[in-house]
């Protein structure tokens, strides 16, 4: 199977996962997320007056997102289930999507879809494609073999990643803040 096959095969993974999360999020779990503080206005409010230490939030976020790599990393060496790791990790991933923009909604109406955008964006696309190179290597192996230019890819992507979740994540969202 070539890109193409694996890149469907990825997007449907997500999407399920997506679906799946939006469906439990609106059916099973509706009163929890109402009942959650996390959209409500007092939180999202202490959010928008808190000052961020963006240098302590950089080194958590740099441990979190490096250590999600390196978990993946390590059970993709598990040869005879490593596309199915691959395919729960994006499951997964689609599934928490699909909670996150919906417990958002639930809360926040319309404007739930720019707070996710905003908590989302640009890091999201960075991670989509470090994390991606990896989770590809693993699924198609051993069609493709690991170099130094996925290293370089994945380390970049990760790394701007990072950078930008940690810096510009928290003034997207303050900026939204503002707006509501």
Same mark, same amino acid.
């Given at each position: $199977?070539? $890109?193409?096959?694996h890149?469907r095969i990825f /997007?449907f /993974?997500?999407?399920?996962?997506?679906?799946?999360g939006i469906?439990y999020?609106? $059916?099973?779990?509706?009163?929890?997320?109402?009942a959650i503080?996390i959209f409500?206005?007092y939180?999202?409010?202490?959010? %928008?007056q808190a000052?961020i230490?963006?240098q302590?939030?950089?080194w958590?976020?740099l441990s979190?997102r490096t250590?999600l790599?390196?978990?993946i +990393?390590l059970?993709?060496?598990m !040869?005879?289930?490593?596309?199915?790791?691959?395919? +729960? %990790?994006l499951?997964w991933?689609?599934?928490?999507?699909g909670?996150?923009?919906? %417990?958002a909604?639930?809360k /926040?109406?319309p $404007?739930g879809i720019?707070?996710?955008?905003a908590?989302i964006?640009?890091? +999201?696309?960075?991670?989509?494609?470090?994390y991606?190179?990896?989770?590809?290597?693993f699924?198609s192996?051993p069609g493709s %073999?690991w170099?130094s230019? !996925?290293?370089?890819?994945?380390i970049l992507?990760?790394?701007?990643?990072?950078?930008?979740e940690s810096?510009l994540?928290p003034?997207? /969202?303050k900026i939204?803040? !503002?707006?509501?």
């Amino acid at each position: $199977m070539g $890109m193409r096959g694996h890149g469907r095969i990825f /997007l449907f /993974l997500c999407l399920t996962g997506f679906v799946a999360g939006i469906l439990y999020a609106n $059916m099973g779990a509706r009163d929890y997320i109402l009942a959650i503080g996390i959209f409500s206005d007092y939180f999202l409010e202490q959010y %928008a007056q808190a000052e961020i230490q963006t240098q302590d939030y950089f080194w958590y976020i740099l441990s979190v997102r490096t250590g999600l790599l390196a978990v993946i +990393a390590l059970l993709g060496q598990m !040869k005879r289930i490593r596309r199915w790791i691959v395919s +729960a %990790a994006l499951v997964w991933t689609g599934f928490l999507g699909g909670l996150f923009f919906t %417990a958002a909604v639930i809360k /926040l109406g319309p $404007m739930g879809i720019v707070f996710c955008l905003a908590a989302i964006l640009p890091q +999201a696309l960075f991670y989509i494609a470090g994390y991606g190179i990896v989770l590809w290597y693993f699924y198609s192996y051993p069609g493709s %073999a690991w170099n130094s230019t !996925k290293t370089i890819g994945t380390i970049l992507t990760i790394g701007v990643g990072i950078i930008s979740e940690s810096y510009l994540t928290p003034i997207f /969202l303050k900026i939204f803040l !503002k707006t509501i």
